[in-house]
């Protein structure tokens, strides 16, 4: 087990190098350059070439990919040219809100497209099949910003129940040690905090959460109703267990593996691809960072969100991965 | 499918009978009949009043050809069909208790504990994700006021019992580090687990190679006698008494050695079986290599079949009348048959004219 996971943690290496070399050409290969956005309309000749030279874009671009290299190393992602700040700080400033709003969309996919699906695959044909596969057709196609402004408008306007903007009420006092606003209610134990920053996760949360929600329902009915179909699950009904044995114990375990690799390709597009639903709800999140970010041609940003994106992902099919071998004995010898 | 049969006397072989079941036979089969239906598809009788019984401490056996709904029947039998789509009509009384149309609840206190069943594949019929001895200790738990500790021991217990070596590891393990045989083991362990009354058989031994279908069947033998009550089985070689199926109410119904050859038979002709089914089974006094004669077609090919002979479309011996209704159940020395036109009842001459 432990081996497994360090040769996995292995080969991220490799992995990341190649990722590496491959985004930090891609970037310069878009049309448009920084220090041209960074001055402007008006910018001379002259004072782009000094701005090439400040940054180091003058140079020879095999040279210019050593030094990144060099700093990465050392764990210098670089600083933004536009904002001037170290990329990694953003980050650390910023991830917590992006890494909130996917966990509960994430949260409510998973909770409620598991047993829908479930219930789905089990009653394959019936009306509640028919319902519930249309109902996550339908979040499939719904554009994510016209959900989100359908949600604020319908809880937030006309009901008056949820907050519509930002990820904390201003007039709350709050320190924030984290940066990840609930947890740091719970931190403070100031409740008001913790209760304010949740309610405002709800709405974007619910946006965010409707496609993989949709997903999952259709992966979680598709495997179900290919496991209640199999030997074993005949043999359990003849041993006369009752439903709900039969229902965890041999369906769903078998049911999982699928559905668990959804749900870790979910995570990693949820965490890229929150940008609407920050933008949206204005929380400032990496998804509006990342936006201005590519507004102008910011190098060391965009390499250094790539890059991080990349990592995640791999973490996370790396624990894809794990699970599969708690959920399934046959993994685990392999 | 029909099936009636007459059964002989209880085996010596199984010692232990009670004397109040010889009354009333432990399972009755009457006039049972599923029929699977689909939307967009005439609906299709898989099984058309197939009447037998097995009393206490009876094995029985059913043979046919495949798809001629024997694994139908047993699966009824269990209440283990599909709700959707399959109407099952008739009668099965199990210990005087209808079992037809009982509540689900019921049934599933029922089922694993006074009636079980072994499964014709040993590599799909286990949970992979799940150890085996959770899989024994599961329906002991369900059946039984019986401590998690407890339930273990007795599952190493089971296990030795159904002839797994190093049975106190075998709990701990997944399915997939077992071989073929030692599933089907296990399988008979779980049917076992809570002295079923009923022990119903669908072809265990399929999957398996033949050295290891000996064993099995010798396995279920024990089991038999040692369980004391009924078994039914899905296997041409292991019943007292048994009748054969067919996809349609001609049958051949006799004590054991009849059916037995009289299975034989239905791999062989149509028209031998008639005959008392002793003429194309192999025999050793037959030169080496020569071929059997099966039954041209196979079950399918009469479908859907309304009325008439079940056979008639393959028969060699069918005539008008056989298109036209079914032919009644009629003793035939030591047996009973469905048929019209049945040749001469000389089995060595019949055997030998056909071969």
Known sequence: ???????????????????????????????????????????????????????????????????????????????????????????????????EVSAVA???????????????????????????????????????????????????????????????????????????????????????????????LILPGLALGTIPLAIIVRITRASVSEVVHEDYVRTAEAKGLTSGTINRRHVLRNALLPVVTTIGLQLGLLLSGAVLTETVFNIDGVGQYLYAAIGVRDYPVLQGFILFIALMYSVINLLVDLSYGLIDPRVRAS | MSVEYISNKPDERVDVTLAGDQERPLLEVDKLAVTFSRRGSTPLQAVDEVSFTVRAGEHVGLVGESGSGKSVTALAVMGLLPRRGVTVEGSVAFNGRELIGLNISAMRNLRGAEMAMVFQDPMSSLNPVVTTGKQITEVLRRHRDISK?????????????????????????????????MR????????????????????????????????????????????????????????????????????????????????????????????????????????????????????????????????????????????????????????????????????????????
Not at chain 1, 35 to 64: H, M, W
Not at chain 1, 123 to 136: A, P, R
Not at chain 1, 154 to 162: K, S, V
Not at chain 2, 283 to 299: A, K, N, T, V, Y
């Open chain 2, 149 to 181: 500790v407890d339930a273990v021991t007795e599952a190493v217990d089971l296990l030795r019992k159904v002839g797994i070596p190093d049975a106190r590891r075998r709990v701990s393990e997944y399915p997939h580090q077992l071989s073929g045989g």
């Open chain 1, 106 to 200: 994430l949260l409510f996919a998973i909770v409620l497209g598991v047993p829908l699906g479930y219930y789905a695959g089990r009653h394959q044909g019936g009306w509640w099949d028919t319902t519930i596969v249309s109902g996550s057709l339908l979040g499939v196609t719904i554009p994510v910003f016209f959900l989100a402004i359908l949600l604020k408008y319908l809880f937030a306007r006309q009901l008056g129940l949820l907050p519509t903007q930002g990820r904390q009420d201003a007039r709350l006092d709050v320190e924030h040690p984290t940066n990840f606003y609930v947890l740091d209610g719970i931190i403070t134990g100031n409740f008001d905090a913790f209760w304010d920053a949740s309610l405002h």
């Open chain 2, 184 to 355: 089907q083991r296990v399988l008979i362990a779980i049917a076992l687990a809570c002295n079923p009354r009923l022990l119903i058989a669908d072809e265990p031994t399929t999957a398996l190679d033949v050295t290891i279908q000996a064993q099995i069947l010798e396995l279920l033998k024990g089991a038999g006698s040692q369980y004391r009550d009924g078994t039914c089985h899905d296997h041409p070689r292991s019943g007292d008494s048994g009748g054969v199926v067919r996809a349609g109410p001609r049958d051949v119904l006799g004590p054991h050695r009849g059916v037995q050859r009289a299975a034989r038979a239905v791999r062989a002709t149509a028209a031998s079986l008639h005959r008392g089914a002793d003429g194309v089974h192999p025999r050793l006094d037959q030169p080496r290599g020569e071929p059997l004669q099966p039954i041209p077609g196979s079950p399918t090919d009469t479908l859907p079949w309304s009325q008439g002979c079940a056979f008639a479309p393959r028969c060699p011996n069918a005539e008008g009348d056989c298109r036209m209704e079914t032919p009644r159940l009629e003793p035939s020395g030591s047996r009973a048959l469905r048929c019209f036109h049945p040749l001469t009842s000389d089995p060595r001459r019949a055997g030998r004219s056909d071969a």
């Open chain 1, 1 to 99: 087990m432990l081996r497994f996971v360090v040769r996995r943690l292995g080969l991220m290496v490799p992995t990341l190098f190649g990722l590496s070399v491959l985004l930090f050409f891609w970037v310069r290969v878009l049309p448009g350059d920084p220090c041209r956005s960074l001055l402007g309309q008006r910018a001379t000749p002259e004072g782009i070439a000094r701005c090439n030279e400040v940054y180091g874009f003058d140079k020879p671009i095999l040279e210019q990919y050593v030094t990144y290299v060099g700093a990465l190393m050392r764990g210098d992602f670089g600083s933004s040219i536009d904002l001037h700040e170290p990329v990694l700080d953003a980050f650390l400033n910023k991830l917590p809100a992006t890494i």
